[in-house]
């Protein structure tokens, strides 16, 4: 028979089980690494006098930073060493993600791909502070680090991620319009309506992780990225025949994005990030099959922040 504190406990972890999830993909950019970190934390949670405990959602939100961040260390070198640009794993969203514009903003591909760029710490820190609202004082007892240090990670981070990513108010419908649109000119070939859509210095980023036959580099210019897209209508791609390729529109991290699949299998994932125009200014295109299983999963996550 269980004990009904162990039943509490587990009731209260579950009750916050979305929001260390949310925490812990935010810090990693991979599922299966966030599902870990939330494992970790439930073994944790299981083993610690949780009598003392006066907030469980500010303890389990500290027990996930830090595993977070352990777990980010470890696999950094992996990342350095990987085949062409490294992108994080795609989850899909639910309307409410994209509802809610910081929300979306904050678990975007663009985003996460900033994020990248910071240190375990300062990504840390950046995620507790901007995104989920706690105190330095907080923030300063999940890390580990005094005060002091925390407020200077947190400015650090803060203007990094301002430099890299200039904030516009997203017009979701019209997202929504303009991915619709690409979708049908890629597919039917049309070369002059892809130019149309993108911004002339459109940055086209592919994440084949050496599985996949994918460009090393990022490929730049509206004529080359459009050129690139066009001919998913004409040409076999990873071996499926474009009559056999089957394309979904799809919310993916909070914003409008496209699935690609066929022969029984999640073949690509594409996102967009819009420039002031809503013209696409950059396009994250990921194809490595490991990275594809939570979109093969069909489940839709709550990544909200309460």
Known sequence: MTHPSTDRDQQVFNQHRNLLFSVAYRVLGTVADAEDAVQDAWIKWSAADRSQVADPKAYLARIVSNLAMERLRSTRHQRETYVGPWLPEPILTS???ADDITNAESVSMAMLVVLETLSPLERAVFVLKEVFGFSHAEIAEAVERTEAAVRQAAHRAREHVRARRPRFTADRSRQRDVTERFLAAATGGDINTLMELVSPDVTLWTDGGGKVRQAL????GA????AWFAAIGKVAYQGVEPADMNTELVEINGGPGMV???SGRVIATVTFDFDAEGRIAAIHN???????????D?????????
């Open 217 to 220: 580099r990022p490929v730049v």
């Open 223 to 226: 004529q080359t990225v459009a």
């Open 95 to 97: 309307g409410d993600t």
């Open 298 to 306: 069909g489940t839709t996550r709550d990544v909200g922040t309460s």
């Open 260 to 262: 690609f699949s066929g």
């Open 286 to 296: 990921i194809a490595n099959p490991d990275k594809l299983q939570a979109i093969a």
